[in-house]
T-cell receptor, first 111, second 105 residues
Framework: DVKVTQSSRYLVKRTGEKVFLECVQD?????MFWYRQDPGLGLRLIYF???????EKGDIPEGYSVSREKKERFSLILESASTNQTSMYLCASSTDHYEQYFGPGTRLTVT | RKEVEQDPGPFNVPEGATVAFNCTYSNSASQSFFWYRQDCRKEPKLLMSVYSSGNEDGRFTAQLNRASQYISLLIRDSKLSDSATYLC??????FGKGTTLSVSS
């Protein structure tokens, strides 16, 4: 079974803090993704990566950056957390055919 | 970006019913489509992949109509455990907002 793990299930941070969310997959997938999910807005793609050290902006990259130094690990960075970044963050990895497997999510609250 | 549209529901059906959801898409470049199931406060989980005209897995059937640009998910003999939100997505990495299904006894 594919396993995608995320570093925290719940996180509370203050406005202006730098936040790191980490994601690790164990299936040797090339593709990895970061989404946020908000009520009424659905899943929205923040960034994705097709290979190590490679990244592509998704639909809502503003205020975020990513890092992919190793194939199995994809990190999402909030440079200066703001209250409108309070959300559920979901990491996924996928096969070449884009069948995505999600981690359990990190519920981030920025106060 | 191109959109994926789903009827949000909720669809409220009794056990044993047959229910169908549609998902329309506007990005004709997507080669494959997927249905995911998401339980409350859980992550989405891949339910079915649709690479050609359709796919069937037990009580679940997914169909793709490229001419009309929609995919459908049919659930036969609904179970209480089918209650969830169903998301569709294409290879363009856009997800629909989901259709909520509630199956009652």
């Amino acid at each position: 079974d594919v396993k995608v793990t995320q570093s925290s299930r719940y996180l509370v941070k203050r406005t202006g803090e730098k936040v790191f969310l980490e994601c690790v997959q164990d299936m040797d997938h090339e593709n990895m993704f970061w989404y946020r999910q908000d009520p009424g807005l659905g899943l929205r793609l923040i960034y994705f990566s097709y290979d190590v050290k490679m990244k592509e902006k998704g639909d809502i990259p503003e205020g975020y950056s990513v890092s992919r130094e190793k194939k199995e690990r994809f990190s999402l960075i909030l440079e200066s957390a703001s209250t409108n970044q309070t959300s559920m963050y979901l990491c996924a990895s996928s096969t070449d055919h884009y069948e995505q497997y999600f981690g359990p999510g990190t519920r981030l609250t920025v106060t | 970006r191109k959109e994926v549209e789903q009827d949000p529901g909720p669809f409220n059906v009794p056990e044993g019913a047959t229910v169908a959801f549609n998902c329309t898409y506007s990005n004709s470049a997507s080669q494959s489509f997927f249905w995911y199931r998401q339980d409350c406060r859980k992550e989405p989980k891949l339910l079915m992949s649709v690479y050609s005209s359709g796919n069937e897995d037990g009580r679940f059937t997914a169909q793709l109509n490229r001419a009309s640009q929609y995919i459908s998910l049919l659930i036969r003999d609904s179970k209480l455990s089918d209650s969830a939100t169903y998301l569709c997505a294409g290879t363009a990495l856009i997800f629909g907002k989901g259709t909520t299904l509630s199956v009652s006894s």
